[in-house]
């Protein structure tokens, strides 16, 4: 049976492109912004009820579980932009073939992840040289951690698939529910059982599991083409190769950032445990601002794709004009306003006030500047969904990781200072931007001119 092509929640091939980018992008923000409450309600509980340490423990294990997930992750990127391009050209066949692939392949994968990380935690936290102190209960949160990366993986893909038609909502509504799963059950774990990282962790993968339930749950509902049926799960050598072609540079570039920050993590480690919690705490208050941002150039990425699966190629270099505004104006403000109140906001997480002054200096840096972060996303975005996937991914390893690996090395090893390892971010994504808008520059005018 054919189903018939509806209608997308947001229409992304006619119209004004400013509106519309930001019905799209904003239930996607305000997805982000839950996962991060949630995220600081973990560190707040574990921050103010168990002490700098237990704070420091779950904080030495973000970078790493970073490199094993995101790598993947970037792949569902290869998913959003087949399927988008498929919606965008009434393909039915393809949308529904490369749905059963996507989430069969996030599945498999987040299996396998997630029994070798859990296998090589300990190893991997040892060659960071993760402090002594904290080490006992990094090991421990990370082991537990492990156990959701299928749940993880699966949810990132099903919501990979529900972006590429235009629901920004119902991943919105799914992390609502789970997140508030989470918190309570920090709160019963920590508070009551005494459970520490260990309750952190359990309430976490028990929220993940329960997404990714609700995103299946979602998908097989559909009356769409992207609707998931079991019994049609499948990896389809094209569906595959499309995805892991688009998607692969993107986890490629994804798991090199990583790398780097896990190289700064471990330059941070050797401060010790205070300076550890800090760059928690400030980090995460940080964060907000990337999910804003991340929320736009996710949107550039779909809307890209869908315009050149309808071959709309006008409206290509307007949807990241627009998105670069939009990261531009967001970013900025809440980067001002974050430095304005770092000390209150730092102050939620932990009372320790030597915490709160190391991690008000990394603020002053790494909020101000984020901005740039936000237009090296949109930069890639607007490429992978043009087809171009390997030079933003072989710029951002040089300009990025490169710039960074070399800061450590040299001026770090001359002056080593925090504030060293903070300017190296800043620096890798002023240097990385300016080469893709180049290279985005040179593809631009390869477009064609009108839709053919």
Known sequence: MTLRKSAAPVDM?????????????????????????YNAADLVVVGRYTGHEALAAVGATSSLTNLMLNFFIGISVGANVVISRAIGAADNRKTASATHTAMLLGGIIGVVVG?????????FLTWMGTPAEVMAGASLYLRIITLGFPAALVYNFGAAVLRAGGDTRRPLYFLTVSGLVNVGMNLFLVLVFHLGVAGVAIATITSQYLSALLVIMALRRLHTPSRLSLRRLKIRRDDF?????????????????????????????????????????????????????DAFAQSVLTFTGQNIGAKQYRRVPSILRVGLLLTL?????????????????????????????YGAARMMIIALTYFLCGFMNNFSSNLRAMGHSLMPMLTCIGGVCGVRILIIYTWFKLVPSLTVLYLSWPISWIVTTLILLVYWIQKSKELPAEAE
Not at 115 to 123: D, I, M, V
Not at 342 to 353: A, F, G, I, M, N
């Open 329 to 357: 104006v967001s970013a900025l403000g809440m980067g001002v306003l974050a430095v304005l109140f770092r000390r209150p906001l730092l102050h939620l997480y932990t009372p320790d006030e030597l915490v709160v002054d």
């Open 115 to 123: 029994f070798f990380g859990f296998l090589l935690s300990p190893t």
């Open 241 to 293: 190769i499309d995805i892991v072609r688009i998607g692969l540079p993107a986890g490629l570039q994804s798991a090199c950032f990583n790398i780097s920050n896990v190289l700064i993590q471990s330059s941070i480690n050797s401060f010790g445990a205070v300076a550890v919690a800090a760059n928690t705490a400030s980090g995460n208050i940080e964060g907000f601002i990337y999910t804003v941002m």
């Open 13 to 37: 091939l006619s119209g004004p492109i400013l509106p519309h980018l930001l019905r799209f992008a904003i239930p996607l923000m305000l997805t982000g912004v839950l996962q991060l409450l």
